[in-house]
């Protein structure tokens, strides 16, 4: 597999995820939403199989694991618990000139990084999107657009605790939609205001947390590099004391190398009992578990790996994209892994003749039963080549004249290697699917 581009720009990735409908900027024909995108025809694809690699690996093959989906909306005294409402804030400073608002931990110097105005002291700003629930706009009916996922799982723990007859070690995934008012957001995808999260709470005996936090940085590393990730793009980079969030005893980000350099890909955290101690306290409803082993209750430790789905798709267009030279002409491809790649199989007829479509419409019909197929007539051969090859399409299957004609046989190429094998067509759904598994 080539690899020709050790760094790729951010404009490559914007210009091919628009070009190819994978990304798009939200509401862009009433010039964009700042900080909001759109997910097209290929990226919702992506993004569906990158969730349905996750829930495979983490969820479904998993005994000790079971799934959740909460809502959006929680009681707000679920904050007040959980410390979003007190603690959930970052030092927000704003130009006296030019009135432009920044992190004041992200700033380098004293003055205005756009004009080098002077800024104002630092307020705290709470970062939860706040609505109302009802017809009244008051402090009454006040609610938040949950800023993690994580929540919905703790105040059920005991809900899926009985109804699952789980024994710790345990966890519960889910995967869903969160909103941060970050104050300042960029980097296309990396860091917006509304994302999608697939996150993990692990329930352990105390004593065995850490030894659970170690395991889980290993098994997401793991799961990168299974899905085609370079692993010298990544590495783990443990969380300084001063960083720690005031749940957490232990932190650690899987960090992937862009183009501005390292970048937080997802964390492990060791969040201790902290949670459900709060919930319990708060509520009045007891969250903890009855231990067989010592006959005495016990508030679990929770190890937590988050990772933004958003973020994580990022990632892949970036490890993926490759440009090289092929004789004159560069060809731009995405070396998706075939699990997650958008389209499966590609199927081109040489061209649009009469005699030809007919046969390539049966071979897609029967191909598209097993695979994502894309069926594609529009211009050239080799512009539909370089059209499946950005959006990262593995196998192509080509029908001409000889198909019809001659042999029943198609042409299949290879997206990688550019190779091109001919196979009957009796054998072709055996023959794709043992390259895709490959």
């Given at each position: 597999m080539s690899r020709t581009l050790n760094s790729v720009p951010m404009d490559k990735i914007v210009s091919l995820s628009k070009r190819r409908g994978f990304i798009f900027q939200s509401s862009e024909i009433y010039g964009g939403l700042a900080s909001t995108y759109d997910y097209g025809p290929m990226g919702i694809e992506l993004k569906r199989n990158i969730k349905d690699a996750w829930w495979q690996t983490f969820i479904q093959n998993r005994d000790d694991m079971v799934g959740v989906e909460t809502a959006?909306?929680?009681?707000?005294?679920?904050?007040?618990?959980?410390?979003h409402t007190e603690t959930f804030t970052d030092p927000l400073v704003e130009c006296k000139t030019c009135n432009h608002r920044f992190r004041a931990d992200h700033l380098d110097s004293e003055g205005c990084p756009d004009c080098n105005g002077e800024l104002t002291a630092p307020q705290n700003f709470n970062l939860m999107f706040r609505t109302f629930l009802g017809p009244m706009e008051t402090s009454a009916h006040q609610v938040y657009l949950r800023p993690e996922t994580a929540q919905g799982i703790f105040v059920n723990f005991q809900n899926v605790l009985t109804s699952s007859r789980k024994r710790l070690p345990f966890g519960i995934g889910?995967?869903?939609?969160?909103?941060?008012?970050?104050?300042?957001?960029?980097?296309?995808?990396?860091?917006?205001?509304?994302?999608?999260?697939?996150?993990?709470?692990?329930?352990?005996?105390?004593?065995?947390?850490?030894?659970?936090?170690?395991?889980?940085?290993?098994d997401f590393l793991s799961w990168f590099a299974n899905l085609g990730i370079r692993t010298n793009r990544l590495r783990v980079r443990p969380h300084?004391?001063?960083?720690?969030?005031?749940?957490?005893?232990?932190?650690?980000?899987?960090?992937?190398?862009?183009a501005w350099g390292w970048g937080e890909l997802m964390g492990v955290a060791n969040r201790t009992d902290y949670d459900l101690r709060a919930h319990t306290k708060h509520s009045g409803v007891r969250l903890d578990y009855f231990d067989e082993d010592s006959k005495a209750h016990i508030v679990p430790y929770v190890v937590e790996p988050a990772l933004g789905l958003d973020r994580a798709l990022l990632v892949f267009l970036f490890d993926a994209y490759d440009e090289e030279l092929v004789g004159d002409?560069?060809?731009?491809v995405l070396h998706l892994h075939p699990r997650i790649a958008p389209v499966k199989v590609g199927v081109l007829p040489l061209s649009r003749n009469e005699k030809l479509v007919p046969k390539a419409r049966e071979i897609y019909d029967l191909l598209r039963k097993h695979f994502v197929c894309e069926y594609d007539d529009t211009q050239s051969i080799g512009r539909r080549y370089r059209r499946q090859d950005e959006i990262g399409t593995p196998q192509v299957v080509t029908i001409d004249f000889q198909t019809i004609e001659e042999d029943n046989a198609v042409t299949v190429r290879d997206r990688d290697t550019m190779s091109q094998i001919r196979v009957p067509v009796e054998n072709l759904v055996e023959a794709l699917r043992e390259k895709l598994e490959s």
């Open positions: 959006i909306l929680m009681h707000p005294e679920v904050w007040v618990a959980s410390g889910q995967i869903g939609k969160s909103f941060r008012n970050e104050i300042t957001t960029g980097n296309f995808t990396f860091r917006t205001r509304e994302f999608e999260q697939m996150e993990i709470e692990y329930f352990v005996k105390p004593e065995e947390a850490s030894k659970h936090w170690t395991n889980w940085i290993d300084e004391n001063k960083e720690l969030s005031h749940y957490s005893t232990a932190t650690s980000d899987i960090e992937y190398n862009f002409d560069t060809r731009t």
